[in-house]
C-alpha cells in the first residue's frame, strides 16, 4: 500500500486495523485540504478514532478545511476538552467562519468551552456583519510602534510573528492605537539596526473599514496588488487585518451569487449537494412566481393582437424564435455590462458610452440576423410568403436592438436605484424583452397585413 | 501647500502646465501611486512625457506599470532609447512582459534593442510561454536557497536578493542541479537557530507547478491548498520562477467572467466592455444568436403542426410566451446550479442520481405551487377564456416544471461525460430544448382534453 497514495477503501481499511503508525504517517505528509476530503466520506467513528489518536495541531488543521457538514458532526459529538484543544489550535477567523454556520445550540456549546480571553474575541469577530470586512479579519499580525529602533522591531516580529497570519507586512501604529503606517519585513531585514520605524515606514496606507462589504475588500485587493489589508474602525484604530487567501474564497463565493441571481435564484450559501430541497426550493420559488406572473403582460399582449394572428396564423409560428432572440440578446448585452460594473468599475456616467456601444453592435448583429433569416426561411419554408419572411426579419431586427439597449441599459439603472445590478438581469430582462418583441411583431404584422393583404 | 487629499486629473494637469516640479514630486510620492496612473491616464502625452522626465526613475517606472495599455503603447513610441533603458531597468520583468504581450512587433523589438544581454533573456524566455500558462505569468525575481546553507548564510541571502524580490514570505530550496528540492518560509528561519542547515528545517513535500500548466489550473490549486507563493519548474524540476497568490485574483476573476460569458451565449471575450472592440464584441455574440435562432424554428415546427387547431381556438396562442419562459426559467436555474456546483464544487457524472432526484423534488413543489397560482392569476384577469383551457395550460406547466428541472440537472452533467464545457454547451441550449418540449405537450394536451 503507498500511504502517500491512498484510496478511500485503503484509507478506511488502516483505520479499521487501527493502524496508528501508518496513519500518523499520512496526517504528517499529506496536506489537510486532501484529508478533509477523505473524511467527508468517513462515518463519524472512523472520523472521531482519527481524532483521538492523531497529533492535536494537525487533526485541527484538517478540522478547518472540512465542510461545515462534517464541522457540525463533530462539533455535535465532541466532549468539551476536546472543543477546548480544537480551539487552541484552529485560528479565530476559521472559528468564527464555521460558527457563523452552526445552529445556536453547538455555537452555546463551543463559547462553553472557550477560555474567557477567546471567547470574548470570538464575540467581537461575531458581531461583524458576515458580509463585512470585519467577519473576515484576523487580529493575529505584527504591531510595531513608530518610535521602535529597528532593532527593537525585528525582535517583536520574533516574539509576535510566530502565530501571525502574514508577517511580510507589519503594521506601525502611534500611542493612541491608531493606523499611521505600515514596514514591509524585507525593508527592515535590509536596513540598518539603528534607524527608526518611523524612517521606513510607508505613510500612504490603503485600509478598508470593519463595516466594508467584503465585496469593497475584494476590489481593494485587485485594484492594488495587496497580499495584505489593514482593518480600521472609525477612528481609523488597527483591529485586524484581511489576507489574500481568505480573499479568494470571497470571489468565489461573490460569483456564485451573482449567477445565481442572473438565474433568478435567491441567493444562498451552501453547495449542491449539501443543501436541502426545501432549501433550493425557496430560493427558486419567488422569482419563478414573480416571472409566470408577469407574463401575463406578454398573454394580454397576444391577446389584444388576437385579431391579427386569427387573420395570419402562420404568424404564431415564428413566435417562439422571436422571443429566444430576443431574450438571448438581452442577456447577452446585461451579461457583459454586469460583469463590467463588478469588475471594471463601469458606472452610470458610462450611461451613454454603453448605449452607444450596444447600439452599434446590436445594429451589426441585427442585419446579419436579418440576412439569414430572410434566406432561411426562403429556402426551408418555401410555403411562406416573402413578404412574411422580411416582415418576421425586420422584428428580429428591431428585438435585437432593443433587446440589447434594455439589456445594457438596465444593471446600471439598477445601479442608480441601489439594486444589485444582477438581480435585474436574466430573467427580468427577458420578460421585459418578450412583451417588447411581440408589441413590435404584432404591430409590423398589421402594418404588412393592411397594406399588401387587403 | 497644496491639499494632496483633493487630487484629481485636473490638479495634475494645472502644476505640470506651472512646471511645479517639487509639487509634483512630492505628490507622487506622498499618494497612491495606483490612484495617480488612474489621473495621469487621462492627460495628454506630452503632459505625461513632462512627468517622466521630472519624477524618479524609480517612480516613473511604478507609475508606467499601472497605466492603461493603451497609454503604455503611446508613451513607448515618444521615449527616446535612454528613457526606455531606464524604464526596463526600474520595472519587474513580469510586468514588463505582461504589457510587452499586448504591443506590436515593431515596439517589442524597440524595446528588447534596449535591454541588456541577461535581460534580453529573460524577457524572451518569458515571452515564449503561451499565453495563458503559468510560464507567462511568474515572476523571476525570487529567493533561491541551497540546500545545504546554513541558516545564518540564508539570512544573507535573503538580505541580498530580498529586496527586489517579488516575495520573502516563502523561499524556495534547490540542489546543485538547481532541482527543487524543498521550501522553507521566512518565518522558519528567523525562528530557526544561526548554525541549523536549511536542509533540516525545510519542508519536502512542496506543491509546484511547471511552466505549461494552465493559469486557471494553478490558481485552482493555490486556492485550495491556501498557498500564497507556488513555485513554478520547467519539465526537469528545475525551478525557473514563482507566482504570488496576488497574480492569482485577476485570474480567478477572468475565469468567472468566462463562465458568466458562456452561461448567456456569449463566446469569451477578453479584455474589458468599454475597451473591447465593436468587431470583438460582434463576433462573440453572433454565433450562438444565430444557433438558437435557427434551432428555435424546431419549436416554430412544432407550432406550424398544431397551426389549423389553433385557428379553431386562438385563445391557446395567447399561453405560448407565458409556458415557454417558465419552462426556460424553471431549465435555467436548475442548469445553473448544477453548472456551478461542477465548477465550484466538483460535482460529477457519479451524482447523476442524488442530482435528478433533487431535482425531481423540487420541481413538484415548485410544480404545484406554479399549478394554484396560475389558476388563480387566470381567474381574476382573464375570466372569460374557459376553464378547459387554462386547465391544460397549468397542467402543462407543472409537467414541465418537472421536464425542464430534469433537463436543466442533466445536460450540464451530460456535457461534463463528453468533456464539453458545462457552461458553454448547456446553458444556452436548455431555453431551445425546453421551449420545443414545452409546445409538444401543450398543444397534445390541447388537442385531447379540447377535443380538437
Not at chain 1, 455590462?337 to 463601469?346: K, N, T
Not at chain 2, 506622498?30 to 502625452?45: G, K, Q, T
Given at each position: 500500500?503507498?500511504?502517500?497514495?491512498?484510496?478511500?477503501?485503503?484509507?478506511?481499511?488502516?483505520?479499521?486495523?487501527?493502524?496508528?503508525?501508518?496513519?500518523?504517517?499520512?496526517?504528517?505528509?499529506?496536506?489537510?485540504?486532501?484529508?478533509?476530503?477523505?473524511?467527508?466520506?468517513?462515518?463519524?467513528?472512523?472520523?472521531?478514532?482519527?481524532?483521538?489518536?492523531?497529533?492535536?495541531?494537525?487533526?485541527?488543521?484538517?478540522?478547518?478545511?472540512?465542510?461545515?457538514?462534517?464541522?457540525?458532526?463533530?462539533?455535535?459529538?465532541?466532549?468539551?476538552?476536546?472543543?477546548?484543544?480544537?480551539?487552541?489550535?484552529?485560528?479565530?477567523?476559521?472559528?468564527?467562519?464555521?460558527?457563523?454556520?452552526?445552529?445556536?445550540?453547538?455555537?452555546?456549546?463551543?463559547?462553553?468551552?472557550?477560555?474567557?480571553?477567546?471567547?470574548?474575541?470570538?464575540?467581537?469577530?461575531?458581531?461583524?456583519?458576515?458580509?463585512?470586512?470585519?467577519?473576515?479579519?484576523?487580529?493575529?499580525?505584527?504591531?510595531?510602534?513608530?518610535?521602535?529602533?529597528?532593532?527593537?522591531?525585528?525582535?517583536?516580529?520574533?516574539?509576535?510573528?510566530?502565530?501571525?497570519?502574514?508577517?511580510?507586512?507589519?503594521?506601525?501604529?502611534?500611542?493612541?492605537?491608531?493606523?499611521?503606517?505600515?514596514?514591509?519585513?524585507?525593508?527592515?531585514?535590509?536596513?540598518?539596526?539603528?534607524?527608526?520605524?518611523?524612517?521606513?515606514?510607508?505613510?500612504?496606507?490603503?485600509?478598508?473599514?470593519?463595516?466594508?462589504?467584503?465585496?469593497?475588500?475584494?476590489?481593494?485587493?485587485?485594484?492594488?496588488?495587496?497580499?495584505?489589508?489593514?482593518?480600521?474602525?472609525?477612528?481609523?484604530?488597527?483591529?485586524?487585518?484581511?489576507?489574500?487567501?481568505?480573499?479568494?474564497?470571497?470571489?468565489?463565493?461573490?460569483?456564485?451569487?451573482?449567477?445565481?441571481?442572473?438565474?433568478?435564484?435567491?441567493?444562498?450559501?451552501?453547495?449542491?449537494?449539501?443543501?436541502?430541497?426545501?432549501?433550493?426550493?425557496?430560493?427558486?420559488?419567488?422569482?419563478?412566481?414573480?416571472?409566470?406572473?408577469?407574463?401575463?403582460?406578454?398573454?394580454?399582449?397576444?391577446?389584444?393582437?388576437?385579431?391579427?394572428?386569427?387573420?395570419?396564423?402562420?404568424?404564431?409560428?415564428?413566435?417562439?424564435?422571436?422571443?429566444?432572440?430576443?431574450?438571448?440578446?438581452?442577456?447577452?448585452?446585461?451579461?457583459?455590462?454586469?460583469?463590467?460594473?463588478?469588475?471594471?468599475?463601469?458606472?452610470?456616467?458610462?450611461?451613454?458610452?454603453?448605449?452607444?456601444?450596444?447600439?452599434?453592435?446590436?445594429?451589426?448583429?441585427?442585419?446579419?440576423?436579418?440576412?439569414?433569416?430572410?434566406?432561411?426561411?426562403?429556402?426551408?419554408?418555401?410555403?411562406?410568403?416573402?413578404?412574411?419572411?422580411?416582415?418576421?426579419?425586420?422584428?428580429?431586427?428591431?428585438?435585437?436592438?432593443?433587446?440589447?439597449?434594455?439589456?445594457?441599459?438596465?444593471?446600471?439603472?439598477?445601479?442608480?436605484?441601489?439594486?444589485?445590478?444582477?438581480?435585474?438581469?436574466?430573467?427580468?430582462?427577458?420578460?421585459?424583452?418578450?412583451?417588447?418583441?411581440?408589441?413590435?411583431?404584432?404591430?409590423?404584422?398589421?402594418?404588412?397585413?393592411?397594406?399588401?393583404?387587403? | 501647500?497644496?491639499?494632496?487629499?483633493?487630487?484629481?486629473?485636473?490638479?495634475?494637469?494645472?502644476?505640470?502646465?506651472?512646471?511645479?516640479?517639487?509639487?509634483?514630486?512630492?505628490?507622487?510620492?506622498?499618494?497612491?501611486?495606483?490612484?495617480?496612473?488612474?489621473?495621469?491616464?487621462?492627460?495628454?502625452?506630452?503632459?505625461?512625457?513632462?512627468?517622466?522626465?521630472?519624477?524618479?526613475?524609480?517612480?516613473?517606472?511604478?507609475?508606467?506599470?499601472?497605466?492603461?495599455n493603451?497609454?503604455k503603447a503611446?508613451m513607448i513610441t515618444?521615449f527616446?532609447s535612454?528613457?526606455i533603458?531606464?524604464m526596463i531597468?526600474?520595472l519587474?520583468t513580469?510586468?514588463l512582459v505582461d504589457f510587452l504581450q499586448d504591443l506590436p512587433a515593431n515596439l517589442i523589438r524597440q524595446i528588447l534593442k534596449e535591454a541588456?544581454?541577461?535581460q534580453r533573456s529573460e524577457i524572451n524566455l518569458l515571452l515564449s510561454?503561451?499565453t495563458?500558462?503559468?510560464?507567462s505569468?511568474?515572476?523571476?525575481?525570487?529567493?533561491?536557497?541551497?540546500?545545504?546553507?546554513?541558516?545564518?548564510?540564508?539570512?544573507?541571502?535573503?538580505?541580498?536578493?530580498?529586496?527586489?524580490?517579488?516575495?520573502?514570505?516563502?523561499?524556495?530550496?534547490?540542489?546543485?542541479?538547481?532541482?527543487?528540492?524543498?521550501?522553507?518560509?521566512?518565518?522558519?528561519?528567523?525562528?530557526?537557530?544561526?548554525?541549523?542547515?536549511?536542509?533540516?528545517?525545510?519542508?519536502?513535500?512542496?506543491?509546484?507547478?511547471?511552466?505549461?500548466?494552465?493559469?486557471?489550473?494553478?490558481?485552482?490549486?493555490?486556492?485550495?491548498?491556501?498557498?500564497?507563493?507556488?513555485?513554478?519548474?520547467?519539465?526537469?524540476?528545475?525551478?525557473?520562477?514563482?507566482?504570488?497568490?496576488?497574480?492569482?485574483?485577476?485570474?480567478?476573476?477572468?475565469?468567472?467572467?468566462?463562465?458568466?460569458?458562456?452561461?448567456?451565449?456569449?463566446?469569451?471575450?477578453?479584455?474589458?466592455?468599454?475597451?473591447?472592440?465593436?468587431?470583438?464584441?460582434?463576433?462573440?455574440?453572433?454565433?450562438?444568436?444565430?444557433?438558437?435562432?435557427?434551432?428555435?424554428?424546431?419549436?416554430?415546427?412544432?407550432?406550424?403542426?398544431?397551426?389549423?387547431?389553433?385557428?379553431?381556438?386562438?385563445?391557446?396562442?395567447?399561453?405560448?410566451?407565458?409556458?415557454?419562459?417558465?419552462?426556460?426559467?424553471?431549465?435555467?436555474?436548475?442548469?445553473?446550479?448544477?453548472?456551478?456546483?461542477?465548477?465550484?464544487?466538483?460535482?460529477?457524472?457519479?451524482?447523476?442520481?442524488?442530482?435528478?432526484?433533487?431535482?425531481?423534488?423540487?420541481?413538484?413543489?415548485?410544480?404545484?405551487?406554479?399549478?394554484?397560482?396560475?389558476?388563480?392569476?387566470?381567474?381574476?384577469?382573464?375570466?372569460?377564456?374557459?376553464?378547459?383551457?387554462?386547465?391544460?395550460?397549468?397542467?402543462?406547466?407543472?409537467?414541465?416544471?418537472?421536464?425542464?428541472?430534469?433537463?436543466?440537472?442533466?445536460?450540464?452533467?451530460?456535457?461534463?461525460?463528453?468533456?464539453?464545457?458545462?457552461?458553454?454547451?448547456?446553458?444556452?441550449?436548455?431555453?431551445?430544448?425546453?421551449?420545443?418540449?414545452?409546445?409538444?405537450?401543450?398543444?397534445?394536451?390541447?388537442?385531447?382534453?379540447?377535443?380538437?
Amino acid at each position: 500500500m503507498d500511504l502517500l497514495n491512498l484510496t478511500l477503501a485503503e484509507f478506511r481499511t488502516l483505520i479499521e486495523q487501527k493502524k496508528v503508525k501508518d496513519l500518523r504517517y499520512v496526517f504528517e505528509e499529506w496536506h489537510p485540504a486532501d484529508i478533509a476530503d477523505l473524511l467527508t466520506h468517513l462515518t463519524l467513528e472512523e472520523i472521531l478514532f482519527l481524532f483521538k489518536t492523531i497529533n492535536k495541531e494537525q487533526t485541527s488543521q484538517v478540522f478547518s478545511y472540512c465542510t461545515i457538514d462534517t464541522q457540525e458532526r463533530l462539533i455535535e459529538a465532541f466532549s468539551g476538552p476536546q472543543i477546548k484543544t480544537l480551539l487552541e489550535h484552529v485560528e479565530f477567523d476559521d472559528v468564527v467562519d464555521f460558527l457563523e454556520d452552526l445552529p445556536d445550540v453547538l455555537v452555546r456549546k463551543v463559547l462553553q468551552n472557550a477560555s474567557d480571553s477567546q471567547r470574548q474575541e470570538i464575540n467581537v469577530l461575531l458581531s461583524y456583519h458576515p458580509n463585512s470586512a470585519g467577519a473576515l479579519l484576523t487580529t493575529r499580525y505584527v504591531e510595531l510602534n513608530e518610535e521602535d529602533t529597528l532593532k527593537t522591531a525585528i525582535e517583536k516580529v520574533r516574539l509576535q510573528g510566530k502565530g501571525a497570519a502574514s508577517i511580510q507586512t507589519c503594521f506601525v501604529v502611534n500611542q493612541n492605537d491608531r493606523l499611521i503606517g505600515t514596514v514591509l519585513l524585507k525593508e527592515m531585514l535590509t536596513s540598518n539596526e539603528d534607524i527608526l520605524i518611523d524612517e521606513i515606514m510607508e505613510t500612504d496606507i490603503i485600509s478598508v473599514n470593519t463595516k466594508d462589504d467584503r465585496e469593497e475588500v475584494v476590489k481593494v485587493f485587485s485594484k492594488y496588488d495587496l497580499s495584505v489589508v489593514p482593518v480600521v474602525n472609525e477612528q481609523f484604530c488597527l483591529v485586524g487585518i484581511i489576507t489574500v487567501d481568505d480573499v479568494i474564497d470571497v470571489i468565489e463565493e461573490e460569483a456564485t451569487e451573482d449567477i445565481q441571481r442572473m438565474a433568478g435564484i435567491t441567493p444562498f450559501e451552501g453547495s449542491y449537494l449539501q443543501t436541502s430541497v426545501w432549501d433550493m426550493f425557496k430560493s427558486r420559488i419567488p422569482w419563478l412566481l414573480v416571472l409566470m406572473i408577469s407574463a401575463t403582460l406578454t398573454g394580454l399582449v397576444m391577446e389584444s393582437y388576437a385579431h391579427i394572428t386569427i387573420a395570419l396564423t402562420s404568424l404564431v409560428i415564428f413566435i417562439p424564435m422571436l422571443m429566444d432572440t430576443a431574450g438571448n440578446a438581452g442577456s447577452q448585452a446585461s451579461a457583459m455590462v454586469i460583469r463590467g460594473i463588478s469588475i471594471d468599475h463601469l458606472d452610470i456616467k458610462d450611461f451613454f458610452v454603453v448605449l452607444l456601444k450596444e447600439m452599434k453592435a446590436s445594429v451589426l448583429t441585427g442585419l446579419i440576423l436579418f440576412v439569414v433569416n430572410v434566406v432561411r426561411i426562403v429556402v426551408f419554408s418555401p410555403s411562406i410568403a416573402l413578404g412574411v419572411a422580411i416582415l418576421v426579419s425586420l422584428a428580429i431586427f428591431f428585438t435585437i436592438v432593443l433587446a440589447n439597449l434594455i439589456g445594457g441599459s438596465l444593471p446600471l439603472v439598477a445601479l442608480l436605484i441601489k439594486v444589485d445590478p444582477a438581480a435585474m438581469s436574466g430573467p427580468v430582462i427577458t420578460t421585459l424583452v418578450d412583451a417588447v418583441a411581440l408589441i413590435i411583431y404584432f404591430n409590423m404584422a398589421a402594418f404588412y397585413l393592411e397594406r399588401f393583404i387587403q | 501647500m497644496i491639499d494632496f487629499a483633493q487630487c484629481n486629473a485636473e490638479m495634475i494637469r494645472d502644476l505640470i502646465q506651472e512646471r511645479q516640479v517639487k509639487y509634483l514630486r512630492e505628490l507622487f510620492d506622498e499618494y497612491n501611486i495606483i490612484d495617480l496612473a488612474e489621473m495621469v491616464a487621462e492627460l495628454e502625452v506630452e503632459e505625461i512625457m513632462f512627468l517622466f522626465k521630472t519624477l524618479r526613475k524609480e517612480v516613473s517606472a511604478e507609475l508606467f506599470t499601472y497605466l492603461p495599455n493603451d497609454v503604455k503603447a503611446q508613451m513607448i513610441t515618444s521615449f527616446t532609447s535612454g528613457q526606455i533603458k531606464s524604464m526596463i531597468e526600474n520595472l519587474y520583468t513580469d510586468d514588463l512582459v505582461d504589457f510587452l504581450q499586448d504591443l506590436p512587433a515593431n515596439l517589442i523589438r524597440q524595446i528588447l534593442k534596449e535591454a541588456d544581454q541577461e535581460q534580453r533573456s529573460e524577457i524572451n524566455l518569458l515571452l515564449s510561454y503561451p499565453t495563458y500558462s503559468a510560464g507567462s505569468l511568474m515572476s523571476l525575481d525570487f529567493v533561491e536557497l541551497k540546500a545545504e546553507d546554513s541558516v545564518k548564510q540564508a539570512i544573507q541571502k535573503i538580505k541580498r536578493q530580498g529586496k527586489a524580490a517579488e516575495t520573502i514570505q516563502v523561499c524556495f530550496v534547490v540542489d546543485l542541479q538547481r532541482n527543487l528540492v524543498g521550501s522553507v518560509s521566512l518565518r522558519t528561519i528567523l525562528f530557526a537557530q544561526d548554525d541549523a542547515t536549511i536542509k533540516d528545517i525545510m519542508d519536502i513535500d512542496v506543491i509546484y507547478a511547471t511552466t505549461r500548466d494552465d493559469q486557471e489550473h494553478v490558481a485552482k490549486m493555490m486556492q485550495r491548498y491556501d498557498m500564497t507563493v507556488c513555485p513554478i519548474v520547467n519539465d526537469e524540476l528545475r525551478l525557473i520562477g514563482i507566482v504570488t497568490i496576488d497574480d492569482m485574483i485577476d485570474v480567478l476573476e477572468e475565469e468567472v467572467t468566462e463562465d458568466i460569458q458562456k452561461m448567456a451565449a456569449i463566446i469569451p471575450l477578453e479584455g474589458s466592455y468599454l475597451e473591447s472592440t465593436l468587431g470583438e464584441i460582434v463576433k462573440s455574440r453572433i454565433a450562438w444568436l444565430l444557433v438558437l435562432m435557427v434551432s428555435a424554428t424546431l419549436t416554430g415546427g412544432i407550432i406550424g403542426g398544431f397551426e389549423e387547431k389553433i385557428a379553431l381556438i386562438p385563445a391557446l396562442s395567447f399561453f405560448i410566451p407565458m409556458i415557454m419562459s417558465t419552462a426556460g426559467n424553471a431549465g435555467s436555474q436548475a442548469s445553473t446550479m448544477v453548472i456551478r456546483g461542477i465548477i465550484v464544487d466538483q460535482l460529477d457524472t457519479k451524482d447523476i442520481f442524488k442530482v435528478l432526484s433533487k431535482e425531481l423534488s423540487i420541481a413538484l413543489l415548485s410544480g404545484s405551487v406554479i399549478f394554484i397560482a396560475n389558476m388563480v392569476r387566470v381567474l381574476i384577469f382573464m375570466p372569460e377564456t374557459d376553464i378547459t383551457v387554462h386547465i391544460v395550460v397549468s397542467v402543462t406547466m407543472f409537467i414541465m416544471m418537472v421536464i425542464s428541472k430534469m433537463v436543466g440537472g442533466l445536460l450540464p452533467l451530460l456535457a461534463k461525460k463528453f468533456k464539453q464545457d458545462p457552461a458553454a454547451m448547456a446553458a444556452p441550449l436548455i431555453t431551445t430544448i425546453v421551449d420545443a418540449l414545452a409546445m409538444l405537450i401543450y398543444f397534445t394536451l390541447a388537442l385531447a382534453w379540447l377535443g380538437l
